[in-house]
């Protein structure tokens, strides 16, 4: 089913992919395009819902309450407990990071972890923000609201950012000064929820939670915090959450920034592959996508191969590929942050330390596993990658708006993405960057929301 969003909907595509050279640049796009009137809006049907335990009752609370990340003594000293029970592996001599996270630098890490890592400084450095939830289909969703400081002839409008695996709410953490403050009269109200299965949202008590669920999951909440228009961003699964929120609701939806698509299917991207490398101007290519897409297998085939695994086994079996580490907090923290090293520079596998610390703080990586390891997530979390995986995706209501499945491995060059949105307004790429944006690179991403955002103001 085809979408058409109303004449004032402006989705942006904003694209942190790896190139490959003599120096590793992870570089990225924006795609801007402008869905012009139609003589008739269609959209994807909203659904309903209940995801709650047991029965769906009569009538549900929709009041939104203050909520505060706690933590204890007791919880730390399990923790540590578990830590100094942990059992390595020698890594195979000069392996980096090629055969997964390397146990001699993650012994450097649990050190830093067990002695000198600090979760209660961290839990206060959560509850800097508003946290709240309320309860939506059964499920107590979290999230917290950052209202901009007031100040004198500012326009405020309202913006949800939506996390992915493995990552969550406080991603968003280094990026929300920068979008709550006014630039040019501009400032923006910000929403982070936490996908249910994720970190403080309760996890979903029955199958079939997907994609599909949290955007409208997602909606209800704006509806209930008062938003008729809203703006929007995703990475990971947040970017097919958010596509899906902008289907079934283009009147609320203004615009709609993501990073991450994967390419179309079809005889145009057969071509490309066909006679791009020879003479990509006859396919609408440009020179950088020829240097990013070719060779064609090797950059966007085995690459993805090689760094899928994890998705394969928990699209199939995520209690199985959750039991081990929900129990183990170095097992978990390995798992976690081996795509902290590997998907924000493919180049970081041949790192002993996996270039964890260039763009990342301990403090903030950890930070993350916590919030996996104390609301004991992770399994709940993998399950989502099953739900939205488990069916032919040919088959969904959304199949031909969405990308099949989050990565930023394949390049979608604009002539590709024309495929599937008309009107493109802008393409540019970015100069650096990984998968997790949000958390790499703040400045860059907030410019960029901004800067799209007054071009659809303008419209």
């Known amino acids: 089913m085809s979408i058409c969003l109303n004449d004032y909907s402006v989705i942006a595509i904003h694209f942190y ?30 659904g309903e819902g209940w995801w709650g335990a047991g029965d769906k009752p009569l009538s549900e609370d929709d009041k939104i309450y203050p909520f505060q990340v706690q933590t204890s003594d007791q919880e730390i000293e399990d923790l540590h407990e578990r830590i100094d029970k942990t059992r390595y592996t020698d890594p195979l001599e000069d392996s980096c990071f090629q055969y997964g996270f390397n146990s001699t630098y993650l012994k450097k890490v649990v ?26 289909e059964g499920l107590d969703v979290h999230f917290i609201h950052v209202r901009p400081p007031h100040r004198e002839g500012q326009r405020v409008l309202p913006l949800m950012l939506v996390h992915g695996w493995p990552g969550s709410f406080y991603e968003f953490y280094r990026i929300l000064p920068l979008l709550t403050e006014t630039q040019d009269g501009l400032a923006f109200e910000v929403i982070c929820p936490s ?71 079809g005889l145009k991207v057969l071509l490309s592959l066909l006679i791009g490398p020879y003479l990509p101007f006859l396919v609408g290519l440009t020179r950088e996508d020829v240097r990013r897409l070719f060779p064609f297998f090797e950059r966007n085939v085995y690459e993805i191969l090689r760094e899928s695994g994890y998705m394969h086994i928990q699209a199939t079996k995520p209690d199985t590929a959750g039991c081990g580490v929900n129990d ?14 590997t998907w924000t520079d493919l180049k970081n596998k041949d790192l002993v330390d996996g270039g964890l610390e260039r763009k990342f703080s301990l403090d903030d990586l950890l930070t993350n596993v916590m919030i996996y390891w104390t609301t004991g997530s992770i399994v709940s979390s993998m399950r989502f990658y099953k739900e939205n995986l488990k069916t032919n995706i040919d088959n969904r209501v959304d199949s031909r708006c969405v990308a099949s499945f989050p990565g930023e491995l394949m390049h979608c060059p604009r002539s590709w993405a024309a495929i599937r949105y008309r009107n493109i307004r802008s393409y540019t790429f970015m100069p650096r960057g990984g998968h997790f944006a949000a958390f790499e690179e703040p400045k860059l991403l907030a410019s960029d929301i901004v800067q799209f955002v007054k071009k659809v103001e303008k419209c």
């Open 17 to 46: 992919l790896h190139i490959e050279k003599k120096k590793t640049v992870a570089a990225g796009g924006l795609l801007a395009y402008l869905v012009h009137k139609r003589r008739q809006i269609k959209s994807i049907p909203l």
């Open 111 to 136: 050190h830093y972890w067990r002695n000198q890592f600090d979760w209660k400084k961290q839990v206060a450095v959560l509850n800097k923000y508003p946290h709240f939830k309320t309860k939506i």
């Open 195 to 265: 996908i249910p299965g994720y970190g403080f949202s309760e996890a979903p008590h029955k199958q079939g939670f997907d994609s599909l669920a949290a955007a409208r999951v997602f909606l209800t909440l704006m509806e209930r915090l008062g938003f008729s228009q809203f703006y929007l961003q995703g990475g990971d699964w947040g970017s097919l959450i958010t596509t899906n929120m902008a289907q079934m609701k283009p009147q609320s939806v203004k615009g709609l920034h993501v990073n991450m698509m994967m390419s179309s299917r």
């Open 328 to 341: 183990s907090p170095v097992g978990l923290a390995a798992y976690i942050l081996e795509k902290f090293s």
